[in-house]
């Protein structure tokens, strides 16, 4: 019996084990699209309802897929610098940066200034499907080509709009043209598309888009380079790069502090005077970021009682995307001396330290700092 009861409780914890991150009621492991779902899941690009459930059957609007989209395409911290004015959706609106990011990156077709963008509206099937194949750099095909392409598996070509002829002929060559099992020879391409089928498309979209993502988001998904201190020990996995704990990095206060003057708890600001780059030279930090924290320890020194103390405690990053993060680390000031000099300091107290705007100091990294080394974006 105990050896029974060990197998099941092996048994049971190998299921716990093995299970995947995310269980949808309604969505089982035979489900058509249950791989896509699982995937975008466990990344992040699309969630479910409250009650657990993923509904696969229920549609998305035009704002959700934009905001997915993005999503997928790891562009969501993207800033836009010249955003499209719509008459239906201002900047308050909570896929506004979404869509302006869809419009940037060339996923949707940049409308006249004023126009509507309907973002209660359902998103069709061949809105969808062409959102992904803008994502990609295509080889170019003519409509007659198109229409040759399609007619070899679908009887509903003549069903399909102008505009989407060419699109949906390339999402066929690229294997991307998503149907349901039930509905396999047609496109119905004005057809609202279902939340199972936008994870398909999506989940398409992202795997292509690693090979072949179109200019801007070639140069987006690059990771960018560039000359600086080099963090040695600096880790780089795919696009993203992690300063270690422990690590020092050079920082220029921007006001005089003094062992002498200065206050425990007073409020400090410092840049980082050039990058912090990895020894590939893919850039962490930008030349700029401005750094914040407080005189975590000040100690006047006095003659024959002690030397000065001046320790501080950086809190806050706030990088060149004016993105805010905790950026923890500590410097405690000291002045290099020779040994004569150490032997004096250790005889003779008193020694005064200050650092002013000009000088370079060096904060040592208290907890691991991950970038993704596309865009800067620090993960929290």
């Not at 560039?226 to 600096?234: C, H, L, R």
């Not at 020894?279 to 006047?300: C, H, S, T, W, Y």
């Not at 003779?348 to 330290?353: A, R, V």
Request: proline share 5%.
């Amino acid at each position: 019996m105990k050896n029974l009861f060990k197998m099941c409780l092996s048994m049971a914890i190998g299921v716990i084990l093995t299970a995947p991150a995310f269980a949808y009621p309604d969505v089982t492991p035979t489900h058509w699209a249950f791989r896509q779902i699982q995937e975008l899941t466990e990344q992040g690009v699309i969630v479910g309802y409250p009650n657990g459930t993923f509904m696969p059957d229920e549609n998305v609007t035009r704002a959700e897929f934009a905001s997915m989209a993005i999503k997928a395409l790891g562009q969501e911290h993207t800033t836009v610098a010249q955003p499209v004015n719509f008459t239906d959706i201002d900047p308050t609106f909570w896929a506004y940066d979404a869509i302006q990011k869809s419009l940037y990156f060339d996923l949707i077709s940049c409308p006249q200034e004023g126009d509507v963008f309907r973002p209660a509206d359902t998103v069709t099937r061949a809105e969808s499907i062409s959102v992904a194949v803008n994502a990609l750099t295509t080889e170019q095909i003519s409509t007659l080509k198109a229409k040759e392409v399609l007619s070899k598996k679908f009887v509903d070509v003549n069903e399909v709009p102008e505009w989407f002829i060419v699109p949906a002929g390339k999402a066929q060559i690229l294997d991307m043209l998503v149907t349901m099992p039930s509905a396999s020879n047609r496109i119905d391409a004005e057809r609202p598309a279902t939340r199972a089928e936008v994870a398909a498309i999506l989940f398409d979209m992202m795997e292509q888009a690693k090979l072949n993502p179109n200019a801007k988001l070639a140069e987006a998904m690059r990771k960018k380079v560039g000359e600086g201190y080099v963090i040695d020990n600096a880790v780089v996995q795919g696009s993203v790069g992690t300063i270690p704990a422990g690590t020092l990095v050079p920082v220029k206060l921007s006001n005089y502090a003094s062992s002498q003057s200065s206050q425990s708890g007073e409020i400090f600001t410092a840049v980082a005077p050039e990058n912090y780059v990895t020894p590939e030279k893919f850039i962490l930090v930008r030349k700029g970021a401005n750094l914040k924290g407080q005189m975590l320890d000040v100690r006047q020194g006095k003659w024959f009682i002690r030397n000065g103390v001046l320790v501080l405690d950086n809190s806050l990053l706030t990088t060149t995307n004016d993105q805010t993060v905790s950026f923890n680390g500590v410097c405690e000031i000291s002045k290099n001396r020779n040994w004569f000099m150490k032997f004096v300091r250790f005889v003779f107290k008193g020694e005064q330290l200050e650092v002013s705007p000009e000088d370079t100091i060096y904060i040592k990294v208290l907890k691991p700092i991950k970038v993704d080394l596309t865009n800067g974006w620090i993960f929290e």
